[in-house]
């Protein structure tokens, strides 16, 4: 059976990712699977079991035992931990240094591409994160490696974070220490695939960085419809 097409949207923390991956889905009329939140779950999980993120042999005994699902909406997605709805809680900034620290592990991240590539199989998909497009869909029509310096993904970071309550020196520190996780990690580190498209997003306008993706995509999918999507 012919699959739909799968645009993969990878690069490190504070990229735009998850900006980009929202406005194709919705311009495209394709799913939004945001695979960094399912890390995110099951960082939750470890911490609600109070599991060490360094003990790479339970955490595959807890993954076990642990159900993440994704229900994409108009919204975006519902992230579900065993049933329960976490959307909100896995945003907060304990669980998200925990999924970088649970994703070193080369058992969690075989865990998550089963996961994931049954997500996708029938693609009409755009999935952002880190391996997408060189462990979990190799054969992606589209491969997109966004990035930008670490100076302005932590001031990005600083600004969804909200000011009030927030430390800017500690949000670049926690941004350079999952990038030395992600990038030097033995299973799958963060790397853009062979043939992806790289896009350096420090100096570009939103605007920009989303019309060269939509005319990538155009060129490499030309029978996928477009539908008029809201610039974030």
């Known amino acids: 059976m012919t699959r739909g097409p799968i645009i993969a949207i990878d690069g490190p923390a504070g990229a735009g990712k998850s900006t980009v991956a929202r406005h194709l889905a919705s311009h495209f009329g394709l799913l939004n699977l945001e695979t960094g939140a399912m890390y995110r779950a099951f960082a939750l999980k470890a911490i609600l079991s109070d599991q060490d993120f360094d003990d790479g042999t339970a ?18 997605n519902r992230v579900l931990l065993d049933g329960r709805d976490v959307t909100e809680r896995i945003r907060d900034s304990d669980v998200t240094q925990g999924a970088s620290r649970v994703s070193v592990h080369p058992a969690i991240r075989a865990w998550m591409v089963r996961l994931q590539q049954e997500m996708g199989r029938a693609g009409g998909v755009v999935m952002e994160g880190r391996d997408i497009g060189t462990v979990v869909f190799p054969d992606a029509d589209v491969k997109v490696f966004l990035d930008a310096s670490p100076e302005v993904r932590s001031q990005r970071r600083y600004e969804q974070s909200g000011p009030a309550g927030s430390d800017p020196t500690a949000i670049s520190r926690e941004l350079r220490e999952r990038d030395e996780r992600d990038r030097n990690r033995a299973s799958s580190p963060l790397q853009p695939a062979p043939d992806s498209v790289t896009i350096d997003s420090t100096a570009m306008p939103l605007d920009a960085v989303l019309t060269q993706i939509e005319e990538l995509v155009r060129a490499r999918c030309p029978g996928l419809a477009e539908a008029e999507g809201t610039r974030e």
Not at 63 to 72: D, I, R, S
């Open 59 to 76: 955490l595959e005994r807890l993954a076990a035992q642990t159900e993440v699902t994704l229900q994409p909406g108009r919204a975006g």
